[in-house]
C-alpha cells in the first residue's frame, strides 16, 4: 500500500509539473503562438501532435516545424515588430506581405509557384508510398526514394 500511495504522489506532482509548464508555455508571447492556435475548436490537438510522437522525421527538421508552428522563425516581420531592429517587415520575396511564419509557409505568391507545388508532390509521394506499404504493394526502403 505505502508504494501505492508514493505512485499516486509522483503522478500528482508530475501532473502538477505539466500543468505549470503548459501555463508558462501559453503565457509566452512569442513562443505561445502554437499552443494559441491550438485551443481552436477546428484543430485536433491529439491528432495536431501525433507527427512529434513517430519520430520518422530528423530532429533538425522537427526543430524547424515546431518553430515554424510557434511563429519563432527569424523573419523580416520579428525582427521589426518584436526585436524592434530596424528591418522593412515585408516579405524579402514578393515585397507585398508582412513577412511572417504564417506567409511563408502558405502565403506567399512566389513561393507558390514552385517551393509549394514541391511541398505538396513530397507529401503525395509519402501518402501514396503508405498506401504502397500498406496493401503490400512493392515499393523501395525510403519514401523519399519511392517513384509513385
Ligand atoms: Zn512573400
Do not use: F
Not at 500511495?5 to 508558462?24: C, G, L, M, P, Q
Not at 505538396?120 to 526514394?145: F, N, P, Q, R
Amino acid at each position: 500500500m505505502p508504494e501505492d500511495r508514493s505512485t499516486e504522489r509522483n503522478k500528482k506532482i508530475k501532473d502538477s509539473i505539466a500543468v505549470k509548464t503548459k501555463e508558462r508555455w501559453h503565457a509566452k508571447r512569442l513562443h505561445g503562438q502554437l499552443p494559441h492556435n491550438l485551443d481552436e475548436k477546428l484543430v485536433d490537438i491529439e491528432q495536431s501532435g501525433c507527427w512529434l510522437k513517430s519520430g520518422d522525421i530528423k530532429g533538425e527538421t522537427e526543430s524547424t516545424i515546431v518553430a515554424t508552428q510557434n511563429q519563432a522563425i527569424n523573419t523580416n516581420y520579428l525582427k521589426n515588430k518584436s526585436l524592434n531592429e530596424e528591418t522593412e517587415s515585408t516579405c524579402q520575396l514578393c515585397k507585398q506581405h508582412e513577412e511572417t511564419s504564417e506567409h511563408l509557409t502558405l502565403g506567399c505568391l512566389i513561393l507558390a509557384k514552385n517551393k509549394y507545388l514541391m511541398r505538396h508532390d513530397k507529401v503525395c509521394t509519402h501518402l501514396h508510398y503508405s498506401i504502397c506499404k500498406a496493401l503490400g504493394t512493392e515499393t523501395t526502403d525510403k519514401w523519399y526514394t519511392h517513384i509513385p
